[in-house]
């Protein structure tokens, strides 16, 4: 089966940029896909097929990923950006996996 | 107002029996796959299953760790989802959600608010 790791946590000064990995074996060549959760609350897509940000979603949240790292990067952190945050890909023999999620932590 | 909202959640026995549903409104229900997602107490997400659309006959898919046990289904005339789950394990406490993927593509833009499973004696 796929396998999404991601890192348990992500400390962040507001103001600051905060960058949450996603690895996986060969995740370069999946469309990876990102959420934010706020406790209590259902996810939220953030950005998907890499990089791209559903409407509403503030400029400051962008992805990338190549080889075997995705990246979601949060510009000018605010207080509000304090969630927890899942990767997630289609896996042909997975089917939809997500990664462990990340809580980030705004310093 | 294009939204979904489950129901039927509760406690149930280890080894009963429980059925979920989502009502869909504010888009065309029957053109689009439907899945099911969950997520345990302060744990991560997990995903449950699928359900394609009439043009793709309805067939369904599984994780493998509710695979044999639970059965997703699909009832067009009140545009709802269903999720049937059977020989429910304490492991299977969660909080469950119906989300949608936009046509063609495999991401959930569209969550309900979910509803909690409670697998105890």
């Known amino acids: 089966s796929y396998v999404l790791t991601q890192p348990p946590s992500v400390s962040v000064a507001p103001g600051q940029t905060a960058r949450i990995t996603c690895g996986g074996n060969?995740?370069?060549?999946?469309?990876v896909n990102w959420y934010q959760q706020k406790p209590g609350q259902a996810p939220v897509l953030v950005v998907y097929?890499?990089?791209d940000r559903p409407s509403g979603i503030p400029k400051r949240f962008s992805g990338s990923n190549s080889g075997n790292t995705a990246t979601l990067t949060i510009s000018r952190v605010e207080a509000g950006d304090e969630a927890d945050y899942y990767c997630?890909?289609?896996?042909?023999?997975?089917?939809?996996?997500f990664g462990g999620g990340t809580k980030l932590t705004v310093l | 107002e294009v939204q979904l909202v489950e129901s039927g959640g509760g406690l149930v026995q280890p080894g009963g029996s429980l059925r979920l549903s989502c009502a869909a409104s504010?888009?065309?229900?029957?053109?689009?796959?439907m899945d099911w997602v969950r997520q345990a107490p302060g744990k991560g997400l997990e995903w449950v299953g699928r359900?394609?659309?009439?043009?793709?006959?309805?067939?369904?898919a599984y994780a493998a760790s509710v695979k044999g046990r639970f059965i997703i289904s699909r009832e067009e005339s009140k545009n709802s989802l269903h999720l049937q789950m059977n020989s429910l394990k304490t492991e299977d406490t969660a909080v469950y959600y119906c989300?949608?993927?936009?046509?063609?593509?495999?991401?959930?833009?569209?969550w309900g608010r979910g509803t909690l499973v409670t697998v105890s004696s």
């Open positions: 989300a949608r993927p936009p046509t063609g593509h495999w991401y959930f833009a569209l």
């Open positions: 997630q890909v289609w896996d042909s023999s997975s089917d939809v996996v």
């Open positions: 504010g888009f065309s229900f029957s053109d689009h796959y």
């Open positions: 060969n995740i370069g060549s999946k469309s």
């Open positions: 359900i394609r659309n009439k043009a793709n006959n309805d067939t369904t």
């Open positions: 097929d890499d990089m």
